[in-house]
């Protein structure tokens, strides 16, 4: 009987050696990594059919884990469960936009963990039969989220530039500045700059929550010229002030 393999990327030790030995009880092939980045390295070489992770670690965490994944094809569909001492609105919506299939607060039943395990692995499965089975139907869906993937990406890599531009957008993926305008607004319904500064916004609120810095060093890593044009576009596109998130 094939094993379905499962990757914990935990930095506590002593959670995440109690993790590898309860899920290898449960007759799945664990591996585990310390930390973001060993974990997303961890995926990528052995392409687990799960994803256990903390949020907050060192050198990479939970967030930007699961943002990498999603972004590249080879790992989208791999499901991703988030373990963290509190579940807020604010960090909940901010893993599920960037594909965190579910959240499980600590302390937590290892019964519970065990279910969600299974039923996310079960739901991949079937999808990737259906995919199997219908080809030409997945080339259609996907292909509006491969060019996000992309764009996101050159946003991503560009996030502290605050004179990013629709031209250096479009060179990087290789498109005429018309191609990308009717593109993202065909895929997202929205103008490119619009897309950028939701995009610059809602990463910000990802640092906030992680206590990245202060609103100047965020406002700053996010491409925003000022903390005053930073607070008032912050508190348009969520209704709040980004003091009052957390």
Not at 206 to 230: C, P, Q, V, W
């Amino acid at each position: 009987m094939i094993k379905n393999k499962i990757v914990v990327v935990e930095d506590e030790a002593e959670l995440r050696n109690t993790l590898v030995d309860i899920l290898t009880l449960h007759k799945f092939h664990v591996e585990a990594a310390a930390n973001g980045q060993e974990g997303l390295n961890l995926i990528r070489r052995v392409m687990p059919d799960l994803v256990v992770s903390d949020v907050m670690m060192p050198v990479k965490d939970g967030f930007d884990l699961v943002r990498e994944l999603k972004m590249d094809e080879n790992t989208e569909l791999i499901p991703v469960i988030f373990l963290t001492a509190s579940v807020t609105p604010a960090t909940k919506l901010s893993g599920l936009e960037f594909g965190a299939d579910d959240y499980i607060t600590k302390p937590f039943l290892m019964d519970e963990l065990i279910l969600k395990c299974k039923n996310l692995i079960s739901t991949r499965e079937k999808l990737l039969q259906k995919m199997y089975t219908t080809p030409e139907q997945i080339v259609t869906e996907t292909e509006g989220t491969r060019f996000l993937k992309k764009l996101k990406k050159v946003v991503e890599t560009e996030l502290g530039n605050p004179d990013l531009s629709m031209a250096d957008i479009a060179e990087a993926l290789h498109m005429s500045t018309s191609g990308l305008q009717k593109k993202i607004k065909s895929t997202t319904n929205k103008s490119v700059s619009q897309f950028v500064r939701e995009y610059r916004l809602k990463r910000s609120r990802d640092l906030i929550i992680m206590n990245y810095g202060n609103l100047s060093e965020i406002a700053e890593k996010t491409g925003f010229r000022s903390l005053s044009y930073f607070t008032t576009s912050f508190k348009s596109y969520f209704g709040e002030s980004p003091s009052h998130v957390g």
